[in-house]
């Protein structure tokens, strides 16, 4: 039997409290658990809300259809009851919350600095790597046949991350792409999404199964999945033996057919990478891969040895964002936010659903207030999708006011999501700029600090400004009464698109 404890450790010990009575115990002050303390200094926030958008934002709370729905029940009327049940759980299993960024930064940061680099590292917790070729492909004549290339030199494997994938022209010439080189041996698997490839079509499930290929679904919609239905996994990642990799707008599908000559085809862009960065995307894939299958990828088939495919000027550097609404803020919108905080001459911006919030405006303003030239180029009438031109448009007046140029795309449908921030950062990859990507898509982006680079896309969007047409804050004012009736039933869909 030990001795007794004596002296100061015993005293100690015979002071502790019971292990079971210490939860009984307050240990932090209440008001320290809501807030940092000592409490610091905060500048103005961004994005004070209106109140057409306080209403808006009890209107779409799952918290005030369901207490209407207990209150109907109280009174009697059962059906209103349950139909407002459904609308609760509808937005309590569909809702997110907003990117948290809200406060400036709090360093005067330059995008051309090793300053802003390391911040931007920092925040998406991804690295710049260097050694990489880089290739912009414009339109499906060109990325679709260089595509086709690389899955025809595969050696090892093929991996392709997807949110469209549909029956088509397009979608049947890949399937068989993939096929032959299963047949050859080559590991070829792919991950689609199970909403936005819904219409995959038997034909080409049965062109990949019977070449052996892999193909499993990314969350398919289950009674017992709805808490994660409305987390999608937006990526387009193609990637060859892990060294060569793409990724940008476009899914497979006939409307990226062509040169967008007509609005039968849609204007996009995708980024092949051939080198060490290609295993950023590799990794995005496998860990979803995981998920969905419950098998780890290992080995040099995925994960080679990096080497670089450049000569002795080192190549490019590329820093792969992979967002997720698993890390709660989603990276890409961290990188987008900081970007344009951080903009002190230019800013061009080409995305197709253009729906910023009130604090995204906020920093817009902020920016043309410090000088910053602001051009937005959006898709027009040819947008795919009716809540999101009308959403997008209702909140044209407040950018137009703050000085924002705003620029429509005509012949097509505009798909590609870029940004150039003075000539030198620049962002190419899936996240349009809305809620959904950047706080409930899983999403990939390209950044490059390259001056080659970042000349080739401002060419790019001066090329496509040609086929615009700039909006007039006094035309917009005159829109009619139809219209504004229809903008405001879709801004109850903001946080979903």
Known sequence: ??????????????????????????????????????????????????????????VRAWWAWLGAAIVLQAGGHWGY????????????????????????????LDVDSMEFQNTIEGVTGMQFVAGNHVTIHNNGDEFYPAMLDAIESAQRSITMEQYIYWDGEVGRRFAEAFAD?????????????????????????RILADGGCQLAWFRPIHWYTLHRANRRDHR???????????????????????????????RDIQVAITGPA?????????????ETTGEILSGERFFPEPRSETGEDGGVRVLTILSSPALGAG?????????????????????????????????LAAARGRGVAVRLMVAGEHIDAWWARHNGV??????????????????????????????????????????????????????????TIAEELRAIFTSDLQRCERIDFAAWRRRGLWQRIQEQCASLLEDQI
């Open 331 to 363: 990276s890409v919108g961290t990188m987008y936010l900081a970007a344009v905080q951080c903009a002190k001459r230019e800013l061009l911006i080409a995305n197709p659903y253009f729906i910023p919030d009130a604090r995204v405006i906020d920093m």
């Open 394 to 451: 209702r909140l044209y007046g407040r950018l137009l006011e703050a000085g924002v140029e705003i620029y429509e795309f005509r012949p097509t449908m505009l798909h590609q999501k870029t940004m150039l921030v003075d000539g030198v950062w620049a962002t190419i990859g899936t996240a349009n700029f809305d809620n959904r990507s950047f706080a409930m898509n899983e999403e990939t982006n390209l950044c490059f600090h390259d001056g």
């Open 181 to 205: 080189k299963a047949r050859q041996g080559v590991e070829v698997k792919l991950l689609l999404d199970a909403i936005g490839s819904a219409t995959l079509g038997t034909e080409i499930f």
């Open 236 to 266: 387009k990642s193609l990637i060859v033996d892990g060294r060569i990799a793409f990724t940008g707008g476009a899914g497979l599908a006939d409307q990226w057919l062509g040169a967008a000559a007509d609005e039968r085809e849609w």
């Open 81 to 108: 009851a349950i139909a407002a049940g459904a609308v609760a759980f509808f937005q309590y299993h569909t809702g997110a919350e907003t990117h948290p960024a809200v406060y400036p930064l709090g360093a005067e």
């Open 1 to 58: 039997m030990p001795p007794p404890s004596t002296g100061v450790v015993g005293s100690l010990e015979a002071r502790k409290p019971a292990e079971s009575r210490r939860w009984l115990k307050r240990r932090v002050p209440r008001e320290q658990l809501t807030q940092l303390a000592p409490r610091p200094p905060r500048p103005k926030p961004f994005g004070a809300l209106d109140f057409p958008d306080r209403v808006r934002r009890v």
């Open 278 to 290: 290609a295993l950023a995307q590799q990794s995005g894939f496998a860990l979803n891969w995981l």
